[in-house]
């Protein structure tokens, strides 16, 4: 149960100030009554961050917001904040990337990418431990995934069809923004994220759908849309990576109902790839994707430099956000002032030197742990069930395989998946008895006046 002070304050101020004083206290035990709102608003905000507005920090508000309400949680006792064994990469790679821009001149940019890569994420893993604790805070989890997944495939299949007037919002349409502007991307601004996101949530789906939490109509059209979804990215890593994980289900699955479920995807997967090969301008994009080779080469290009950028600089690696300028200079043949990676091993083996790859991959290894995590006899039905700890092993791999087609800069995709990272650390100290938290009651507004 959350809990605050038990304490009176008393305020000499009268009238207008005491009331204002008493709006913010009840404004605060709002929030800290319902961490989990506040923290699943953070993340719509990272996955709807508006770039062509000027308050464009609006992501980092609702996060600033949403850490200090669990500090605030944590530091009055109604909530228990534990370290992992995980925490320890996270601090050794937190702490190559500060000393690595402690010593850069101040480039908000490079800020920006240290809080997208490490900061969130990070901190969003041991903030999830706290915020997420009873069924009620996994329905709300598992809600809004299921409505942040019906609105990214509604927005594709939009854009498949050509219904741009429906997309929402305004700023994915504008080619002078983000990335692949002429496929379905996504308020991301970037295909493979838009499908790591799809192919991420679409199993959370399935898991919804085995667990009865969606069915019926809704269920039927989430699940039918969700490999039109993914082919609207007209992206081969997508839709290989989307084909891995359900193969997967299908034919390594332990459980028939999610193997059944897992078919009836692939079978609507294929009817809407047959009637999308119907429309002559759609069968030719396809085409075209597929033959397509030109990425191909350029990605062998990147790959070839950053091998001889590690080279020079093995140990220390180049620092945050130094590759791109300098992956320009040693690639040749593209003119560009600046060259991406397209590989988060790459980018970091590159960046932070061989202890910060080792750390990164021993961060993998402990979160690919996780689905030993023993449930609490109290949880056999939860979210976090043992199907859920079944499916994590996917979810993982569509995560790490598309590390290696994609710099993971995205706040909403790291957020997703270090949250439920932290989740099931959570659980796991909640079986092993060293979870816990102590129940008192909230301050109420009305001892403020007093």
């Given at each position: 149960m959350i809990a605050s002070i038990q304490t009176r304050i008393s305020i000499p101020w009268p009238g207008a100030a005491a009331r204002m004083v008493a709006t913010a206290f009840r404004a605060l035990e709002a929030l800290l009554r319902a961490p989990s709102v506040l923290y699943l608003a953070a993340l719509?905000?990272?996955?709807?961050?508006?770039?062509?507005?000027?308050?464009?920090?609006?992501?980092?508000?609702?996060?600033?917001?949403?850490?200090?309400?669990?500090?605030i949680l944590v530091i009055t006792g109604c909530r228990k904040l534990s370290f992992e064994r995980v925490t320890w990469p996270m601090l050794g790679l937190f702490s190559l990337a500060i000393a690595s821009v402690a010593g850069q001149p101040f480039d908000p940019q490079t800020w920006s990418l240290l809080a997208a890569k490490f900061i969130v994420p990070f901190a969003m893993f041991h903030m999830a431990g706290v915020v997420f604790t009873e069924n009620k805070h996994f329905r709300q989890f598992e809600l809004f995934g299921l409505i942040v997944l019906a609105y990214l495939c509604f927005t594709a299949i939009a854009f498949l069809v050509g219904a741009r007037q429906l997309i929402f919002p305004r700023f994915i349409l504008d080619e002078s923004l983000g990335y692949h502007a002429d496929r379905a991307r996504g308020p991301f601004l970037q295909a493979v994220a838009n499908g790591v996101s799809l192919n991420l949530l679409g199993i959370l789906?399935?898991?919804?759908?085995?667990?009865?939490?969606i069915r019926g109509v809704s269920a039927a059209m989430l699940l039918v849309s969700l490999p039109l979804a993914i082919l609207a990215t007209m992206t081969r890593a997508v839709w290989l990576s989307f084909a891995i994980s359900m193969g997967?289900?299908?034919?390594?699955?332990?459980?028939r109902q999610l193997r059944l479920i897992a078919v009836a995807v692939a079978i609507a997967g294929a009817m809407g790839l047959l009637i999308t090969l119907s429309f002559d301008d759609q069968r030719r994009t396809l085409s075209?994707?597929?033959?397509?080779s030109g990425p191909l080469e350029f990605r062998r290009a990147v790959y070839t430099g950053g091998?001889?950028?590690?080279?020079?600089?093995?140990?220390?690696?180049?620092?945050?956000?130094?590759?791109?300028?300098?992956?320009?200079?040693?690639?040749?043949?593209?003119?560009?002032?600046?060259?991406?990676?397209?590989?988060?091993?790459?980018?970091?083996?590159?960046e932070h030197g061989v202890l910060g790859l080792a750390l990164y991959l021993w961060l993998m290894w402990e979160f690919w742990g996780l689905r030993r995590a023993p449930i609490p006899l109290s949880e056999p039905t939860s979210f976090l069930d043992q199907h859920f700890h079944q499916m994590w092993p996917v979810l993982m791999a569509v995560y790490c395989v598309n590390a290696s087609l994609v710099v993971m800069n995205y706040q909403f995709v790291n957020g997703i998946v270090f949250t439920m990272a932290g989740m099931l650390a959570a659980q796991r100290r909640r079986a092993t008895g060293l979870a816990g938290c102590r129940s008192r009651p909230l301050l109420s507004p009305r001892e403020v006046t007093q």
């Open positions: 719509a905000a990272m996955l709807l961050r508006p770039p062509d507005i000027e308050f464009h920090e609006v992501d980092r508000v609702a996060f600033v917001l949403s850490l200090l309400t669990v500090a789906a399935l898991h919804a759908f085995l667990r009865k939490r997967y289900l299908i034919f390594r699955s332990h459980n075209d994707r597929l033959q397509e091998w001889q950028m590690f080279l020079e600089k093995p140990l220390t690696g180049w620092g945050v956000n130094q590759m791109p300028a300098e992956l320009a200079r040693h690639v040749s043949g593209y003119r560009h002032k600046e060259l991406y990676p397209h590989n988060t091993y790459l980018e970091i083996l590159v």
